[in-house]
């Protein structure tokens, strides 16, 4: 398949890569929107995302959802991938995770809004979800609800 110009500096799409030994090693990449112009919302949902906790080492389960309104650049979706599963042998506090995320993607993208929801599962009996935004989202865009429920356990 050939590429096209707009995608020819990325590095990982369509070849065979590894892991990336943390957030800070990975590769997050942007390709040209091709309608800057146009106001609409991208989702990306990641129901496993896994960390460590840094004092104990065990891990830690958290739902993602990612929701953006892209300006000139769209998210590589491959690179995303890589880069959250990055996660996997990283200790941090799922509030450090999150809007550390969020951050990270606004500066790659400079979306015209961006928000992270990080559900995550129980520790120590307790869930903890995460909430982040860059500001307020554009008055036009439709923006459903990210639709995970707060945890219930059992009940």
Not at 14 to 32: D, F, Q, T
Not at 36 to 51: D, V
Request: aromatic share 10%; proline share 12%; hydrophobic share 35%.
């Amino acid at each position: 398949m050939p590429r096209s110009k707009s995608n020819s500096g990325l590095t990982q799409l369509g070849k065979n890569v590894a892991m990336p030994a943390s957030p800070e090693a990975a590769v997050l990449e942007r390709v040209p929107n091709p309608h800057p112009q146009q106001l609409y919302l991208a989702r990306f949902t990641a129901p496993e995302f896994t960390s460590l906790c840094p004092i104990t080492g065990q891990p830690d389960f958290a739902h993602l959802m990612i929701d953006y309104v892209p300006g000139k650049w769209l998210i590589e979706s491959k690179s995303l991938k890589l880069f959250l599963a990055s996660f996997r042998n990283h200790g941090a506090f799922h509030e450090d995770c999150t809007v550390a995320i969020g951050l990270r993607l606004q500066k790659l993208v400079q979306p015209r809004w961006l928000r992270i929801g990080g559900y995550w599962y129980p520790r120590g009996g307790i869930p903890i979800d995460i909430f982040w935004q860059t500001g307020k989202p554009p008055a036009s865009v439709w923006i459903p609800d990210q639709g995970v429920p707060p945890y219930r356990g059992r009940g």
